[in-house]
């Protein structure tokens, strides 16, 4: 067969599929190995898709987004953070991933490279691949505060080959959540060395200590080198339907809604007429969301606790806990055994880019009996390794 695309060749399997695979849909095993909440998308939301079926809305839509669902996240976006963006700086994406798949296309070359703080959700660093770039990983460090990050480090780790720093905050999957302080310190940054900023802001509302995430909406202006990157997938569970937007810069707007077009022609139409109610009235739902992700994550940091060999330290905000496991070697293979012998399926550390060896991942937006027989399954496969 002729050959593929050496990057596409060279990409290694998916680490979390890997485990996934071995029972996905079993109902003997609790799965935590996605990100995803188990609760349903609420009604109003589904009535709505259902409603723009009904009327029509099932053909080709403008590839940058309906018009009522771009005035929406205007709105939206107003209310959160005070800012009043262009409508021409809105494009409804297929999803959160396409939005930064968008982002990537438009800027990385062969050889170019993408700073990424990690660890990080890797999806992320195969789309950097996917376009020839590299990844450089520069990582968190654990400490009894929360998740910290070295800003020089950050830096020192650019050079003139980086296109932009990809910053997933709040992150999936350790929680950390940069401050206002240090957004500023980086946009400062990537002004004076002409580095885009890629702020993947998708976990925005999923915050435990207030309303929401610092955005660099509030500091940039109009015409900064960002992108940010929003989904309906977490906030308001619609991780099925598919869609997300991006902000960009105005002058960039009919580049991106070609990229958006040439890669899936723009979410679909029915789902964005969704996504309108979503927006504009999900609200309650999204406070009770918060309210199981903090009940999900008291009940996880208490009783990953009190398991032996087990660090961590508590999210700040999205909805997983990333524990290290002291002397535990191949996180791949004891996140298998889980499955296998444990009937609780968690994502390998390794799964998010380098230096998570001994680390795994958990999603703790579920029902609290859910998460208390799975910490019981979890606590068993650790005193039998
Ligand atoms: C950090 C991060 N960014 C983006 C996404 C993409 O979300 P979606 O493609 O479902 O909109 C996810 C999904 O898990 C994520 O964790």
Redesign the pocket.
């Known amino acids: 067969m002729p050959t593929v695309r050496h990057a596409i060749s060279e990409m290694e399997t998916q680490r979390i599929g890997e485990v996934s695979r071995i029972a996905i849909g079993d109902p003997d095993v609790i799965p935590l190995w996605f990100?995803e909440s188990d609760v349903d998308t609420p009604d109003f939301i589904g009535e709505a898709a259902i409603a723009a079926i009904r009327a029509g809305h099932t053909r080709y839509v403008n590839k940058r987004g309906i018009p009522e669902l771009r005035q929406a996240v205007h709105d939206y976006m107003q209310g959160l953070y005070a800012v009043d963006l262009d409508p021409e700086r809105i494009t409804v994406t297929g999803?959160?991933?396409t939005a930064?798949m968008i982002a990537t296309e438009t800027l990385v070359d062969n050889g170019d490279n993408v700073v990424l703080i990690s660890p990080i959700?890797p999806n992320i660093f195969y789309c950097v691949q996917t376009m020839g770039g590299e990844s450089r990983h520069v990582r968190l460090q654990m400490t009894e505060g929360g998740w910290q990050l070295d800003l020089e480090q950050l830096f020192r780790a650019c050079d003139e080959r980086t296109k932009a720093i990809f910053i997933?905050s709040p992150s999936?999957p350790s929680g950390w959540m940069m401050e206002r302080e240090e957004q500023q310190a980086v946009l400062d940054f990537c002004r004076q060395r002409g580095i885009w900023i890629i702020a993947?802001e998708?976990y925005h509302r999923i915050v435990y200590d207030r309303a929401v995430a610092p955005s660099f909406l509030e500091i940039a202006e109009p015409d900064d080198a960002l992108y940010v990157?929003h989904?309906l997938?977490k906030s308001w569970a619609m991780?099925g339907w598919r869609c997300?937007w991006l902000i960009h810069p105005a002058e960039l707007g009919d580049r991106i809604g070609d990229l958006s077009g040439i890669n899936n022609t723009g979410s679909t139409s029915f789902v964005q007429h969704a996504a309108v109610a979503a927006v504009r009235d999900g609200e309650d739902f999204i406070g009770d969301m918060v309210a199981r992700c903090r009940r999900g994550r008291d009940i996880v940091y208490q009783r990953l606790g009190g398991m032996d060999r087990v660090r961590l330290t508590a999210p700040k905000a999205a909805f997983y806990a990333f524990p290290k496991i002291e002397g535990l070697e191949d996180d791949l293979a004891f996140a298998k055994r889980l499955v296998r012998e444990f009937r609780v399926g968690l994502a390998p550390g390794t799964a998010f880019g380098p230096g998570n060896e001994g680390y795994l991942r958990l999603c703790f937006a579920k029902a609290e009996d859910q998460l208390s027989a799975a910490m019981d399954r979890l606590e068993a496969g650790l005193r039998a390794l």
């Open positions: 990100g999803s959160g991933m930064i959700w997933a999936n993947d998708v990157v989904s997938s991780t997300g």
